[in-house]
């Protein structure tokens, strides 16, 4: 009780400083995004292929766990612009088995994927067309199970809605992280601003939460790839 006094009588300048001493307090966080990436390879065997938000035919999120030795043979031939599992994920949304999808394989990816461990494998498609998020994943033992299709469906689900990516920052967010892009350093883009360096920080820090970055250089790609910079 007491501590809660006193950190409620403390004095909060600015609104990121209040955003960030709201931040702090809130109770326990969901699951991140690499959470859910480890959870979906405990669920496959033999590895996942997980392209979330796809715009543009380029996912915004892109993660891959299959062997090495089928991943070089997949880019080396463009087998993306080609695979089957792709082609299904686009036209429909639903979870499906790779073995009940009847698309022409014209490459034999499939077969080749099985020679490679990937004999049995799923797929998982959400999300409107214009940012589709398609998720494959695989085992090489035996067909995966309903009850596991559905749990790595709600997960997909779940991943997509946490990468939707955000559709607008704060004026104040845009003005700290576009100094730092024309290469200003966190001094002089505070001077600029006419505000302290550590409050330049909290807004830095307010970006890339909004951005879901771990560092400014990843919130700066973000920003622009979301067109907001």
């Known amino acids: 009780m007491w501590r809660a006094t006193e950190e409620f009588r403390k004095p909060i300048k600015s609104e990121d400083e209040q955003q960030a001493a709201s931040a702090r307090r809130r109770g326990p966080r969901a699951p991140t995004l690499d959470q859910m990436f480890l959870d979906l390879g405990r669920l496959a065997p033999a590895g ?32 993306a612009l080609r695979d089957p599992l792709v082609f299904w994920g686009l036209g429909v949304k639903g979870q499906t088995r790779w073995s009940d999808i009847r698309l022409p394989d014209p490459f034999n990816i499939l ?12 797929v998982i498609s959400c999300g409107p067309i214009t940012s ?22 709600a997960l997909v689900h779940e991943m997509h809605d946490a990468a939707e990516p955000p559709t607008e920052l704060t004026p104040a967010q845009i003005e700290a992280l576009r100094l730092l892009a024309d290469g200003d350093r966190h001094t002089a883009a505070a001077a600029k601003l006419g505000i302290s360096e550590s409050a330049l920080k909290v807004r830095l820090h307010s970006a890339r939460v909004r951005l879901g970055a771990r560092t400014t250089a990843q919130a700066l790609k973000k920003a622009r790839e979301y067109g907001l910079l």
Not at 56 to 79: G, H, M, Q
Not at 138 to 148: K, N, P, Q, V
């Open 48 to 79: 996942f292929s997980a392209g979330l938000h796809i715009r543009f035919a380029a996912p915004l999120v892109y993660v891959r766990t299959y062997s090495d030795a089928w991943l070089r043979t997949y880019d080396e031939n463009a087998y």
């Open 111 to 122: 077969g080749q994927a099985r020679k490679a461990g990937l004999t049995f494998g799923a």
């Open 132 to 153: 589709r998020s398609i998720v494959g994943l695989a085992r090489g033992d035996r067909e995966f199970t309903e009850d596991e299709i559905d749990a790595a469906a």
